[in-house]
C-alpha cells in the first residue's frame, strides 16, 4: 500500500509540475504547492559547501565607480556524492641489514575480520546496513557494485554477511542477558520465510522480537530489541526466549503466550501477561457492522478516553502515572466493565460483537494490570513498531536453506535496530565494532561495543 500510494504521489507531482511548467510559459505565477514544503532545517553534522555567485559586471551604470555590496540571498539546497568505491593497497616494506646479517623487520599485516579476503570493515558494515536497514538484498547490492565495475557474486555478499553475524553473536546474547535484568518486556511474533530445498519450496519460520523499552514511564536503561529465529509458532519457543526472565511480559492475544503464566513454567517463576487494549480495540472495529453500532460506539469512545490520560503522562515516572491512573483511568474502566458486562449478557455469544466482548472479558485481567503498575503500558505497539520493519524485507528473507540463516539474520538485525532506537546511526557503530572485533577488543569489554554504549566516554 505504501508503494502504491508513493507512485500516485509521484504521479500527481509530475502533473503538478507540468502546470507550473505552462504558467510560467505564459507569464503567470505558478501553484504555491511547494510553499507548503518547506524544508526541515539541515542537521548541523552535514557539510557546508559554500558558493559565491557573483554578477558578470560590478560597475555602476551611473558611472561613479564599482558598486558596494548592501546585502545577500541565501539559499541552501540538499546535494549528494555518488556512492565512491576504492582500493585500500596495504604496503609492507621488508627491510633487512645491508652487510647481510639474518633478520627481516616488516610492520605486521593488520588485521581484519575477514581473513585473507577483500572487504574492509567500512565495506562489511555498508552491505549489513543496505541489507538489514535499508531492505535492500544481496541480489540487488550485486548488481550496484557491477554497475561501478566490481564482480562480486551474491553468494560471496552471503559468505561476509555469515562472517560478521558470526562476530557479532556474542553482543546479540550480552543484550538478551542485560534485557532479561528487567522487570517487564514486550514479546511479538512475525511470519519469516525459509528456503527448504528438500520439497522445493519454501516453509514458514518465525521471527519474534524481544523487547525492552522504559522510555513510557522515563526510565533511565536504554531500549534494547532482540530478534530470535524459531521454526515455528508454539509457546514453547517463546518459553526458550524468555528463559531466566521473570516479571511482567506485554504480549498480544496470541494464545501461545498463556504457557508462561503457568506454575510449572519452564525458565523461570510464572510470568504475569499485560494484555494490549490496542487488540481488543481491533476487535471491536472488527465486529462493527458498516451501517454502524451504539455498542462499539460507546466501547470505543471509553478505550479513547484511556488513550487520551496515557498521551498526558506519556514520560512521567512510574509513581505518578500510577496516580494518575488510579484517580482517572481506573474509574473508567470500572465503568467500562460494567457496560461491556451488560452488553454480554443481552447480546448472542455467537454474534460478531459478543465474540469481541467476550474476548475482552477474557483478557481482563491482563488489560487491567497496566492500572496495578506505572511502568505498564496499555499496549504493545512499541515491539509492533520494532516488527513492522520486518514485513519490509520479508520477500527478501529467504534464509540460505535453512534454519540457521535465520539466526543469522536475527543477530545482525538485532544490533541495528537497537541502533536506530537509540539514536545511533547503523553504519557508523557497524564500522566501528567490526574494526574493534577485528583488531583484538577484550570479551571482557564487550559492554563497551554495545550499541547504547557507542560514543560514550568513560
Not at 570493515?121 to 557494485?145: D, G, I, N, W
Not at 460506539?297 to 509513581?319: C, H
Request: aromatic share 6%.
Amino acid at each position: 500500500m505504501q508503494l502504491v500510494l508513493e507512485d500516485i504521489e509521484i504521479a500527481i507531482a509530475e502533473v503538478q509540475e507540468r502546470q507550473d511548467d505552462r504558467a510560467r510559459r505564459a507569464g503567470t505565477a505558478p501553484s504555491s504547492r511547494r510553499t507548503r514544503r518547506a524544508a526541515r532545517a539541515f542537521p548541523a553534522h552535514l557539510p557546508r559547501i559554500e558558493q559565491v555567485i557573483e554578477p558578470e559586471n560590478l560597475e555602476c551604470p551611473c558611472g561613479c565607480g564599482r558598486m558596494v555590496q548592501i546585502g545577500e540571498d541565501r539559499s541552501r539546497r540538499l546535494d549528494v556524492m555518488a556512492a565512491q568505491y576504492r582500493v585500500i593497497e596495504t604496503v609492507r616494506p621488508r627491510y633487512a641489514c645491508a652487510k647481510g646479517c639474518t633478520g627481516v623487520a616488516q610492520a605486521p599485516a593488520p588485521a581484519h575480520l575477514v581473513e585473507g579476503g577483500i572487504p574492509t570493515e567500512a565495506l562489511l558494515a555498508q552491505v549489513a546496513v543496505a541489507k538489514f536497514s535499508e531492505h535492500m538484498p544481496l541480489y540487488r547490492q550485486s548488481q550496484v557494485l557491477a554497475r561501478h565495475g566490481i564482480f562480486i557474486d551474491r553468494a560471496v555478499l552471503a559468505d561476509w554477511m555469515g562472517t560478521v553475524a558470526f562476530h557479532l553473536a556474542p553482543l546479540v546474547e550480552r543484550m538478551s542477558v542485560v534485557m532479561k535484568q528487567s522487570g517487564r518486556l514486550f514479546i511479538d511474533e512475525t511470519r519469516a520465510p525459509v528456503l527448504d530445498p528438500g520439497r522445493g519450496r519454501t516453509k514458514t519460520g518465525y521471527l519474534w522480537a524481544v523487547l525492552r523499552d522504559d522510555r513510557g514511564h522515563g526510565g533511565a536503561d536504554p531500549p534494547i530489541v532482540v530478534y530470535h529465529y524459531a521454526p515455528g509458532r508454539g509457546g514453547d519457543h517463546a518459553e526458550r526466549i524468555l528463559e531466566g526472565f521473570d516479571g511482567i511480559l506485554q504480549v498480544d492475544g496470541y494464545q501461545g503466550y498463556h504457557r508462561l503464566a503457568r506454575p510449572k513454567r519452564k525458565g523461570g517463576v510464572p510470568l504475569r501477561l499485560a494484555a494490549c487494549w490496542s487488540h481488543s480495540r481491533r476487535k471491536i472495529i472488527a465486529a462493527t457492522p458498516k451501517a454502524g453500532s451504539p455498542i462499539a460506539e460507546a466501547v470505543l469512545a471509553r478505550i479513547a478516553a484511556l488513550y487520551a490520560i496515557e498521551k498526558e503522562i506519556r514520560g512521567a515516572d512510574a509513581p505518578a502515572r500510577q496516580t494518575t491512573r488510579n484517580e482517572r483511568s481506573r474509574p473508567l474502566v470500572a465503568e467500562l466493565e460494567r457496560f461491556l458486562r451488560e452488553q454480554a449478557a443481552r447480546l448472542s455469544p455467537g454474534s460478531e460483537m459478543g465474540k469481541a466482548i467476550a474476548y475482552l472479558l477474557n483478557h481482563w485481567d491482563g488489560l487491567t494490570l497496566f492500572l496495578d503498575d506505572g511502568c505498564v503500558e496499555m499496549d504493545t505497539n512499541p515491539v509492533e513498531n520494532q516488527i513492522r520493519p520486518l514485513t519490509l524485507t520479508r520477500k527478501n528473507s529467504l534464509f540460505a536453506g535453512h534454519d540457521e540463516g535465520g539466526r543469522s539474520w536475527a543477530r545482525i538485525a538485532s544490533l541495528i535496530a537497537t541502533c536506530k532506537i537509540n539514536s545511533v546511526e547503523p553504519y557508523v557503530w557497524m564500522k566501528a565494532t567490526l574494526k574493534a572485533i577485528a583488531t583484538g577488543h577484550p570479551q571482557s569489554r564487550i559492554d563497551e561495543l554495545l550499541p547504547w554504549s557507542f560514543g560514550r566516554t568513560s
